[in-house]
T-cell receptor
Framework: KAGVTQTPRYLIKTRGQQVTLSCSPISGHRSVSWYQQTPGQGLQFLFEYFSETQRNKGNFPGRFSGRQFSNSRSEMNVSTLELGDSALYLC????????????FGQGTRLTVV | GENVEQHPSTLSVQEGDSAVIKCTYSDSASNYFPWYKQELGKRPQLIIDIRSNVGEKKDQRIAVTLNKTAKHFSLHITETQPEDSAVYFCGVGDNLFFGTGTRLTVIP
């Protein structure tokens, strides 16, 4: 079956702009989580969506938001981009939480200039 | 949220030696502890996980031990091979808070 798909793979944006990233989970998976990956900071949890509802949120500012659609596809939005937002953004899908394997997408590499 | 500390941040071992990576966590209610491996340029993939009702789990050359009282768990890789070289992340809990990762290098 198809894996987790993230689009686009690469993005270059200017400070102050906003950006939307997309994640299509594995068919049948209802939980989608988002992570920010930067060198030295590991994988930082942004938020998790399940059945169109945000269930959990990490310690990121309100500029980071997301949503999930009825087909479980999820989008993440970052407004008023800052240079420090440059990172690899990964989404992971699973059947449900807790304690089920999370399958990661290949990520979207965001560069803010 | 959960506070996860992972050590060491880098680890180099000779091929055939063992490697141990340790993680501590803060939320005593956490019940799920997976380990993910991320090879260069690739996505993280689950290699082993453990739930709080067991203290140890093995899968061939890989094992994980859990001490719920002390709130720490460890990944053990025996007979390391060059293909084990990667970044390893420990995860904790329902929301999968991750440690900062350990870059393991296996020297042939």
């Amino acid at each position: 079956k198809a894996g987790v798909t993230q689009t686009p793979r690469y993005l270059i944006k200017t400070r102050g702009q906003q950006v939307t990233l997309s994640c299509s989970p594995i068919s049948g998976h209802r939980s989608v989580s988002w992570y920010q990956q930067t060198p030295g900071q590991g994988l930082q949890f942004l938020f998790e969506y399940f059945s169109e509802t945000q269930r959990n949120k990490g310690n990121f500012p309100g500029r980071f938001s997301g949503r999930q659609f009825s087909n479980s596809r999820s989008e993440m939005n970052v407004s008023t981009l800052e240079l420090g937002d440059s990172a690899l953004y990964l989404c992971a899908s699973s059947r449900d939480r807790p304690d089920t394997e999370a399958f990661f997408g290949q990520g979207t590499r965001l560069t803010v200039v | 949220g959960e506070n996860v500390e992972q050590h060491p941040s880098t680890l180099s071992v000779q091929e055939g030696d063992s490697a141990v990576i340790k993680c501590t966590y803060s939320d005593s209610a956490s019940n799920y502890f997976p380990w993910y491996k991320q090879e260069l340029g690739k996505r993280p993939q689950l290699i082993i996980d453990i739930r709080s009702n067991v203290g140890e789990k093995k899968d061939q050359r890989i094992a994980v031990t859990l001490n719920k009282t002390a709130k720490h768990f460890s990944l053990h890789i025996t007979e390391t091979q060059p293909e084990d070289s990667a970044v390893y992340f420990c995860g904790v809990g329902d929301n999968l808070f991750f440690g900062t990762g350990t870059r393991l290098t296996v020297i042939p």
